[in-house]
């Protein structure tokens, strides 16, 4: 818990099958779901094919009835938005660094479409990464990511400009180069380069 509270990620399942450019209606149930409790603030919307992912803050003067707030909350966003999937909290620093299980977590994370997270790992391995061209090639599926949250915030403008970032790192790595199994760094490079042709930003599985 930092000096502002808690950090926590809610994942609730898109049931009404919202897209990132029709979240209007959302963002506004949202906003008044959120108002009915003092001082706790939502930020980050993301609207993904089959959930919706957002970051709420909740203030330290809750720390006394902490899970009866939740547990407010919890009903009001079943009732009014869609299934909570899961609430994971984010504490300050807590990137993960590389173990055997984080390319797995990953990829789960990515192909569930929850990319700000799949962006955090990669960002938690970059950092403890020692080899230059692990690091370089660790960079170009971190631009990926960061390019398909904005996606999810309806930014493709803007993620069209990180893919192509993305493409030039990528591009630089050793053919057949994988940073794990089934992370393979050629084929995300294809995906990268035909969605820039298309210039059409779009969520896809590894």
């Known amino acids: 818990m930092s000096e502002r509270g808690s950090r926590l990620l809610y994942i609730i399942e898109n049931?009404?099958?919202?897209?990132?450019?029709?979240?209007?209606?959302?963002?506004?149930?949202?906003?008044a779901l959120m108002q009915k409790h003092t001082g706790i603030k939502?930020?980050?919307?993301?609207?993904?094919?089959?959930?919706?992912?957002?970051?709420?803050?909740?203030?330290?003067?809750?720390?006394?009835?902490?899970?009866?707030?939740?547990?407010?909350i919890s009903k009001a966003l079943e009732s009014e938005i869609g299934k909570i999937l899961t609430v994971v909290e984010i504490s300050p620093g807590s990137s993960p660094c590389p173990t055997e299980a984080v390319p797995e977590v990953?990829?789960?994370?990515?192909?569930?479409?929850?990319?700000?997270?799949?962006?955090e790992i990669l960002e938690g391995w970059w950092r403890y990464e020692p080899n230059v061209s692990?690091?370089?090639?660790?960079?170009?599926?971190?631009?990926v990511c960061a390019a398909l949250v904005?996606?999810?915030?309806?930014?493709?403008?803007?993620?069209?400009?990180?893919?192509?970032?993305?493409?030039?790192?990528?591009?630089r790595v050793d053919t057949g180069t994988q940073l794990a199994p089934g992370l393979?760094?050629?084929?995300?490079?294809a995906t990268v380069r035909s969605?820039?042709?298309?210039?059409?930003?779009?969520?896809f599985k590894l």
């Open 134 to 143: 692990t690091k370089r090639n660790l960079q170009g599926w971190i631009l």
């Open 106 to 119: 990953f990829l789960s994370r990515f192909n569930e479409e929850r990319y700000w997270e799949a962006h």
């Open 195 to 203: 969605q820039l042709r298309r210039k059409t930003v779009e969520p």
């Open 15 to 31: 049931s009404l099958h919202y897209t990132p450019c029709s979240s209007a209606q959302l963002k506004q149930s949202l906003s």
């Open 42 to 72: 939502w930020f980050g919307l993301r609207v993904a094919s089959n959930n919706i992912q957002f970051d709420v803050i909740l203030p330290l003067h809750y720390v006394h009835e902490r899970k009866l707030t939740l547990d407010s």
């Open 184 to 189: 393979d760094s050629a084929r995300l490079l």
């Open 150 to 171: 904005h996606h999810q915030k309806c930014r493709d403008s803007v993620a069209l400009e990180i893919l192509k970032r993305a493409s030039l790192l990528l591009s």
